[in-house]
C-alpha cells in the first residue's frame, strides 16, 4: 500500500538554510548541499528546498545552489521561492528540481499554474499556501466555523482569499499538488495545525502536505492520524538532529502508519 | 557494451534526474533532440503528456527510431510515461497512437477514497526470480511512483512487477531489450540507482 512521504524542508537564504520563528528570527542551519545530500541518505522521500528571499537580483545564484544541491540528491527535490514564469520554472527543472512550488505568483496571475501545468504536467506543480487564521465565524448560534486567510510574499501581505476556497481554486487550475504552511504554527514546535490541515484535505482530491510546528514525534502521528494528509514537511527538528528521519519513521511504522523504511 | 545513453527529448520536464543517475554509471547521457543513431541505449523519460509526447517524437524523428531500435534488438528502458509510449493507445489522448512495441493499453485510475494522482513511494513487488535485474533486491521494494495513468499489459508473461494502489497494476515490463518501469527508479534512492545498475548489466550481457 502507499506510503506517507516524510519530507525535510531547507529554508535557503543568500545559499544557506536557516530556520525561524513565524516566519521571523532566521537563524542558520546548514549548508543546502550538506544537509539535502544527508537527507536522501538518510531515508528521506522527498526534499523540499525554498529560496524565502528570492529577488530577481539571485536567481542565477539559485539555479546554481539548486544545481549543486540536486547533484548529490536521488529523490524528489521540490524548489519554490521567487517564481514569477514558465521561464522560471524552466531554468529550476533545468537546473535539477523535480517539482516547482509557487506561491505568490499563483495568487497574482492564477493562469500561471495552468499554464503550467499544461507545459510541465499537473506532477510538478506544487502550489504553496501560506495559511493565517482570521476569525470563527458563527454559523449558527452554536457553531463555530474557522477561517484562515492566504499570505503571500513570505508570510508579509495578506490577501484577502479564503484558504479552503483558494485550495479548491487551484485543484481546479490543475495544481498536482498543495503545500499548506500554516504561519501560526511555523517554528513554534507546538505542532500542526490539525483544524486547518484537515480542512483543506476534507477539501480538495489532491494530495496536502502538512507544513508548520513539527516538533515532537507525536505531532507527526497526531496530523497523519487526524487530517489524512499525503506527506509532512519539517525543518527544524531534523536540522538540529533532534530526530533523524528514520527515528521519526519508526515511531510512525509502530503506531500502525505505512511508510518507507 | 554501452557507454552512450541517449534520453529523449519530448520538450517538457525534467531530464535531470535520468541525466545524472546515468552519469553515477559512468556512462555518457545524450540528450536527444532529433534523430541520433550513434547511441547504444535508449531512455524514454518520464514525466509529459501522452499525446503531446507521440506527436513531438513524430515531428523530429525520434518515433521511427525507437521502433527501428527496438526491432534490432538494442536496449531501451522506459520510465512513467516512458512505459506507457511503448503500448498501442491511452486514455490520455485519445486517436493517438502509441509507438506499440507492446501490446497494452494505459487506463486512468479511478478510485473513490485515494488521491489521484498516485504520488508516493509504493511497494514494488517483483513476480520473477532468480534474475540478475533482481542483484542485490529484495523482492518487494519501495520505489517512487508520481502518475495518473497505468498500462494494461496483454501479454501477461512479459510483467515483471506489481503494485497495487486500489487495484492492482503492472509497474514493470521486461521483454527481451526492453525494460520500462512505472515508478521513477531515479528518484527512488539507493534502491533505484541499484535497479538502473542492473538493468544496464542485464542489456550488456543481451
Redesign the interface.
Known sequence: ?????IIPCLDVKDGKVVKGIHFENLRYAGDPVELAKWY??E?A?EIVFLDITATIQNRKTLYKVVEKT??NV???LTVGGGIRSIEDIRNL??????KVAINTAAVKNPQLVKQAAE??????IVVAIDAKKVFEARTSKKVKKSCWEVYINAGTTPTGLDVIKWAKDVERLSA??ILLTSIDADGTKQGYDIELTKNVVDNV???VIASGGAGKIEHFIEVIKKTNV??VLAASVFHYKKYSIKKVKLALKNHGINV?I | MIKKVGIINYG???L??IY??VKVFGLQPIILDKQNNNVDMLILPG???FGAAIKNMQQNGLFEQVIKFFEFGKPILGICLGIQLVLKNSQEAKNIHGLGLIDGKVVKFKLKN??????????VKFEKEDTILLDGLKKEE?F?F???YYPVIKQKEIIFATS??GINFCSMIVKNNLVATQF?L?????K??KLLENIITYFNKL
Open positions: 500500500m502507499y506510503t506517507v512521504r536522501s541518505d531515508g522521500d540536486a547533484k536521488f529523490v524528489p527543472l533545468n537546473s535539477g528540481a523535480d507545459i510541465f504536467g499537473s506532477q510538478c498536482g499538488e482530491s489532491i494530495p499525503s506527506a518507507r | 517538457a520536464g525534467n535531470m534526474s545524472k543517475a514525466v509529459g503528456n485515494l488521491v489521484v494522482p498516485h504520488m508516493c513511494w509504493n511497494i519501495y517512487y508520481v502518475h495518473s497495487n494502489y521513477h531515479e528518484k527512488s534512492g539507493q533505484g540507482l
